[in-house]
């Protein structure tokens, strides 16, 4: 049995995955584009914008702590 291991962005599925929004939207674009699924989970609201409370996003809809 072989392991390859791929780069983080190849599996990342929750905002905690990745370290800014601006990191997160290009995943999440690239996933979107291509139709592959894992995308959605990035973006709760809904407005095109993963991962808004990440550093760099707009801080709304951030889940409470």
Not at 18 to 33: I, V
Request: hydrophobic share 25%; with cysteine.
């Amino acid at each position: 049995c072989i392991l390859i291991l791929s780069p983080l962005t190849a599996y990342a599925k929750k905002c905690a995955d990745f370290k800014t929004q601006k990191e997160a939207q290009e995943w999440y674009e690239k996933r979107k584009k291509s139709g592959q699924t894992g995308w959605k989970s990035l973006d709760r609201d809904k407005d095109g914008q993963a991962c808004d409370c990440l550093p760099g996003g707009n801080g709304q809809y951030c889940p409470k702590k």
